[in-house]
């Protein structure tokens, strides 16, 4: 059948732990009827999906969804085939029969690809859909107590509509960290600037150049010094990743390591719990900082 399979090969996940993310037979036939012929319901890397539904899907047209963790879906169609304004429409088209079906996820990851043959084929374009299922810090931040918060790079494609003040793109780590020395100056009364250094991840990561990561990282750890050197009374820095992204690990996936977490503070000695520290750890600290208190820091 169309689309309707589950290839153990394709995935290291299981879809049981799915159950509340991946449509079932009744809701992949709904969703078809409502929306087209669809590709893939597979839990698996975006390499594997591509070589396994790519030239299917250049052939029929049919958008291929597949899930990368329990609450994230993405959507990938070839670039002859959806321009990036169609992309996105079905995406939300989708996004939205998944919410009225009651599906829940965080976000759709919607991607276009390239290439003509399956060892070709190169996803080139992407944008993120996020469902804003509880107010995030930054966003609470924004409008309960008037904080400036800005986001610059990647992470402001993934964030709910209303959490930042603005937001500022860029080409490379350097700019990016350029955009957060020049936001020190500010004169906000309270400022919140989150900043994505993509080269990692995109560049030397996903494009498995450990020469490269190792420059970066060098280069990195230089800047990281000269920055915090002069942290002024109030300002803290946080350094931090979402995964790892190891550029010697075959494929060109995410790979699965413990992530840094680094706290620099100009004023005081800010205490993290010695185990089971995560991103909300992070939100919980940028909520305290900012009078917020939640009970997992102290300072």
Same mark, same amino acid.
């Given at each position: 059948?169309?689309?309707?399979?589950?290839?153990?090969?394709?995935?290291?996940?299981?879809?049981?732990?799915?159950?509340?993310?991946?449509?079932?037979?009744?809701?992949?036939?709904?969703?078809?009827?409502?929306?087209?012929?669809?590709?893939?319901?597979? &839990?698996?890397?975006?390499?594997?999906? *591509? !070589?396994?539904?790519?030239?299917?899907? #250049? $052939?029929?047209? @049919?958008?291929?969804?597949?899930?990368?963790?329990?609450?994230?879906?993405?959507?990938?169609?070839?670039?002859?085939?959806?321009?990036?304004?169609?992309?996105?429409?079905?995406?939300?088209?989708?996004?939205?029969?998944?919410?009225?079906?009651?599906?829940?996820?965080?976000?759709?990851?919607?991607?276009?690809?390239?290439?003509?043959?399956?060892?070709?084929?190169?996803?080139?374009?992407?944008?993120?859909?996020?469902?804003?299922?509880?107010?995030?810090?930054?966003?609470?931040?924004?409008?309960?107590?008037?904080?400036?918060?800005?986001?610059?790079?990647?992470?402001?494609?993934?964030?709910?509509?209303?959490?930042?003040?603005?937001?500022?793109?860029?080409?490379?780590?350097?700019? &990016?960290?350029?955009?957060?020395?020049? *936001? !020190?100056?500010?004169?906000?009364?309270? #400022? $919140?600037?989150? @900043?994505?250094?993509?080269?990692?991840?995109?560049?030397?990561?996903?494009?498995?150049?450990?020469?490269?990561?190792?420059?970066?990282?060098?280069?990195?750890?230089?800047?990281?010094?000269?920055?915090?050197?002069?942290?002024?009374?109030?300002?803290?820095?946080?350094?931090?990743?979402?995964?790892?992204?190891?550029?010697?690990?075959?494929?060109?996936?995410?790979?699965?390591?413990?992530?840094?977490?680094?706290?620099?503070?100009?004023?005081?000695?800010?205490?993290?719990?010695?185990?089971?520290?995560?991103?909300?750890?992070?939100?919980?600290?940028?909520?305290?900082?900012?009078?917020?208190?939640?009970?997992?820091?102290?300072?």
């Amino acid at each position: 059948m169309l689309g309707n399979l589950y290839d153990e090969r394709l995935s290291t996940l299981h879809l049981d732990d799915f159950s509340r993310s991946v449509p079932d037979g009744a809701a992949r036939a709904e969703l078809r009827r409502r929306l087209g012929a669809i590709l893939g319901f597979v &839990a698996g890397t975006g390499e594997k999906v *591509l !070589r396994a539904f790519g030239e299917q899907h #250049l $052939v029929i047209g @049919a958008p291929i969804v597949y899930f990368s963790s329990p609450r994230v879906a993405q959507v990938a169609m070839h670039v002859n085939r959806f321009s990036a304004h169609e992309a996105w429409a079905w995406a939300t088209r989708y996004g939205a029969t998944l919410d009225a079906l009651g599906y829940t996820f965080d976000r759709i990851i919607v991607r276009r690809f390239e290439g003509a043959a399956t060892d070709r084929f190169v996803r080139v374009w992407r944008r993120d859909l996020t469902r804003p299922l509880r107010p995030s810090i930054i966003g609470h931040l924004r409008r309960a107590r008037g904080t400036t918060t800005v986001g610059v790079g990647k992470v402001a494609n993934l964030a709910h509509d209303g959490d930042f003040s603005w937001t500022a793109s860029c080409a490379s780590n350097d700019e &990016a960290l350029s955009i957060v020395e020049e *936001l !020190r100056s500010s004169d906000a009364r309270s #400022l $919140v600037v989150i @900043a994505t250094l993509d080269d990692f991840d995109a560049i030397h990561g996903h494009g498995r150049d450990p020469s490269g990561f190792a420059r970066a990282l060098t280069r990195f750890d230089v800047q990281v010094r000269d920055f915090v050197s002069g942290l002024g009374e109030f300002e803290t820095v946080i350094v931090t990743a979402d995964h790892g992204n190891d550029p010697t690990a075959p494929g060109h996936g995410h790979s699965r390591e413990y992530v840094p977490l680094l706290v620099f503070s100009g004023d005081r000695r800010i205490d993290l719990p010695a185990e089971g520290s995560s991103l909300t750890t992070v939100a919980s600290l940028i909520g305290h900082l900012h009078g917020e208190r939640t009970g997992q820091v102290t300072t």
